[in-house]
């Protein structure tokens, strides 16, 4: 039994930022996002009763271990809901670099809950397929859908009001993200342990819980309201917070490079020039620069020429997860 489905991945607008559950990832706060166009994985997975083990290749090579089993952990869940101990074989490919804060996980764990779920024909809606999602990685749960996406937190313990949501289809409104990429490197320390690290031992980890629900509501109407500039400043302004809250973890850490910061210096001067743009960091150096589409390529060409930018790329918001007929390249 075989699927094939693919993903967008997605970055965070109002960031998710530590988990209140590890093993089913639920969030201590809600999060917003937009899914890019650009970046994308198609996988393909396979069901056989004869198999003995899973097996998983991405990008034409062998996944290492760690990335073997956590999939192995994750097809569990979709082999209990299926009530099946078949094994599966999953190829992914893609064009989102791995591992590097780049929200690669969530368009991978996105297009495998989709393809392993049709593979055994157990039909899930979109809320529970951001349900499943979510348990593969949290950003996962919002690449279900495009455009702009809201993923509430939720509050019940096992995780069933928490899944993501869509505010706005990508054709709807047209803004861009120029991506500023530092490094294809894999990055020192995972979102995963950044944020646990972060929830345990940052003094300004309170602060950030307290001005989050307020950064959503006004990121929400922003979006409904199709108002830029709000949404902008509120984008930037969450990725200021959460990344405070790394300085003053223990020991404290700073995911950014010296790259990041030259990009968003630059991002304050084209503001100051009069092109309006907003910058974004997840858990990772590169820079996401949300604009309008007819400021994208003036911006890319603006931060192109900075020390240290391996590449740039010009990304839309992009659509949900599909299922596709064969295994094309993403
Ligand atoms: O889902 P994860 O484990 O890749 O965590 C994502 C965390 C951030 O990218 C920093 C924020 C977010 O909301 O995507």
Not at 90 to 100: E, F, I, T, Y
Not at 170 to 180: G, H, N, R, T
Not at 265 to 282: F, P
Request: with cysteine; aromatic share 6%; glycine share 6%.
């Amino acid at each position: 039994m075989r699927a094939v489905a693919k993903a967008h991945a997605n970055i965070a607008l109002v960031k998710y930022w530590g988990k209140r559950n590890e093993s089913l990832i639920l969030p201590m706060n809600g999060s917003i996002s937009m899914t890019l166009r650009e970046l994308s994985v198609v996988t393909a997975v396979e069901f056989h009763p004869r198999w003995q083990t899973d097996q998983l290749i991405i990008n034409g090579s062998d996944a290492s271990r760690t990335d073997l089993e956590r999939m192995t952990r994750f097809l569990n869940i979709v082999r209990d809901l299926a009530q099946t101990d078949w094994r599966a074989h999953v190829v992914s490919r893609g064009n989102v670099p791995l591992a590097s804060g780049l929200a690669s996980s969530s368009s991978a764990y996105a297009a495998l809950a989709t393809a392993s779920t049709e593979a055994l024909r157990l039909h899930l809606d979109r809320t529970h397929l951001s349900i499943l999602a979510r348990q593969g990685s949290g950003s996962a749960a919002r690449s279900i859908y495009g455009g702009f996406v809201e993923w509430t937190k939720g509050e019940r313990d096992d995780g069933t009001d928490s899944y993501a949501r869509l505010l706005c289809s990508p054709d709807s409104w047209d803004l861009s993200m120029v991506i500023a990429i530092v490094g294809y490197g894999a990055k020192k320390i995972s979102s995963r342990e950044g944020m646990a690290r972060v929830v345990a031992t940052s003094v300004f980890y309170r602060d950030w819980l307290n001005t989050v629900d307020d950064d959503l509501d006004n990121a929400r109407r922003a979006i409904l309201q199709r108002d830029f500039t709000t949404l902008g400043q509120i984008t930037e302004a969450s990725t200021y917070k959460m990344h405070a809250t790394t300085m003053g973890a223990s020991p404290p850490f700073c995911y950014w490079q010296a790259p990041t910061l030259e990009v968003i210096h630059q991002v304050e001067r084209l503001r100051d020039h009069g092109i309006e743009c907003y910058a974004s960091v997840d858990a990772g150096p590169h820079v996401g620069i949300l604009c309008k589409d007819v400021n994208a390529h003036r911006i890319c060409e603006a931060v192109s020429g900075i020390l240290g930018i391996a590449h740039v790329l010009i990304t839309r918001p992009g659509p949900e997860t599909k299922i596709e007929e064969s295994f094309n390249e993403a």
